[in-house]
């Protein structure tokens, strides 16, 4: 059984077709720490550490921002991401991430191939690692979730990153068989956040 779903997971698994997008939302604003998004930490821009991490994974095979912000935009080309220019409407404080996400997966459908499966990624979560990712990806394809979140060791949602089939992004009724893996990683709010992180650990660009 282990034999037939590790082949399944490697038939999905395709380099040669983008089958899995991870798509970080970005905007240009924030409220407790000013332009959050591309703050500096460990030397780079905070959304820098999430584009390397969707990179470094063995099973994304194509990273995206989206973002109303053009300095955002060149901090995600510079870091190897491909940029979707998001509605500034899906910009404001009140609209929920996955508006933007919903709206980025259609503009890729739309103009370049339909990815089956989508990984939102947050842009203020440095710590997250393309090791993480894989072992989350797999989680959810040999477990058989349309969704899987990611939830701090105390078992709450964290937010890091929601993994979901590409039908589940348009899903606006109640989840089913969704699961959850644990990823004690930090979500950077404020400049304390940083420096707690910087004293905490040290990576290397």
């Known amino acids: 059984m282990i034999e037939g779903l590790m082949t399944g ?7 040669k077709t983008p089958k899995i997008v991870a798509i970080i939302p970005a905007r240009g604003g924030s409220k407790r720490l000013k332009r959050k998004n591309i703050y500096p930490i460990w030397g780079k821009p905070m959304l820098y550490w ?3 991490a969707a990179k470094e994974s063995s099973h994304i095979t ?15 080309l ?8 998001r509605d500034p409407k899906l910009s404001e404080d009140h609209v929920y991430k996955m508006a933007a996400i919903r709206e980025a997966t259609s503009f890729i459908e739309r103009n ?3 990815p089956e499966v989508v990984v939102s990624l947050q842009a203020n979560s440095p710590e997250m690692t393309g090791k993480i990712l894989d072992n989350a990806i797999e989680s959810f394809i040999i477990n058989e979730r349309n969704e899987l979140i990611s939830v701090d060791r105390g078992l709450m949602m964290n937010a890091a990153f929601r993994i979901m089939k590409n039908w589940y992004v348009y899903q606006r009724e109640l989840s089913t068989k969704t699961g959850a893996f644990i990823c004690d990683v930090e979500d950077v709010h404020t400049i304390d956040d940083v420096n707690r992180i910087e004293k905490n650990s040290v990576r290397s660009p």
């Open 9 to 15: 997971l490697a038939d999905l698994i395709d380099a």
């Open 78 to 85: 510079e870091a190897g991401a491909r940029v979707h220019k």
């Open 62 to 76: 194509d990273v995206w921002v989206t973002t109303e912000d053009e300095e955002i935009e060149r901090v995600a």
């Open 112 to 114: 370049y191939y339909k």
């Open 50 to 52: 999430a584009v390397k």
